[in-house]
Nanobody, 114 residues
Framework: QVQVVESGGGLVQAGGSLRLSCAASGNIFSINGMGWYRQAPGKQRELVAIISKGSYTNYADSVKGRFTISRDNAKKTVYLQMNSLKPEDTAVYYC????????WGKGTLVTVSS
């Protein structure tokens, strides 16, 4: 069994920054991709950013130039540095870990006030 736990969410003013972390633990064979997704109230879950095992990255257009995804393979952890936050970034942010199957965390709430 693999556990995925996000942390780092909170309340921040528009223009501020937050850093999310996501750590995987348990019976892990080999982690492939890792990614961040978000779901705002009344909306579907959407991709924010993903990073491959070789550290290739892909971002949603709405966050390009503001968010940076990175990973520490030794720590089985993925990070999301979020700068220049906007109220529309308010959502629950979920981490996905791609191993033999996909594992999801329970999410961490990010609230950006105007």
């Amino acid at each position: 069994q693999v556990q995925v736990v996000e942390s780092g969410g909170g309340l921040v003013q528009a223009g501020g920054s937050l850093r999310l972390s996501c750590a995987a633990s348990g019976n892990i064979f080999s982690i492939n991709g890792m990614g961040w997704y978000r779901q705002a109230p009344g909306k579907q879950r959407e991709l924010v950013a993903i990073i491959s095992k070789g550290s290739y990255t892909n971002y949603a257009d709405s966050v390009k130039g503001r968010f940076t995804i990175s990973r520490d393979n030794a720590k089985k952890t993925v990070y999301l540095q979020m700068n220049s936050l906007k109220p529309e970034d308010t959502a629950v942010y979920y981490c996905k870990v791609e191993e033999l199957r996909d594992y999801w965390g329970k999410g961490t709430l990010v609230t950006v006030s105007s």
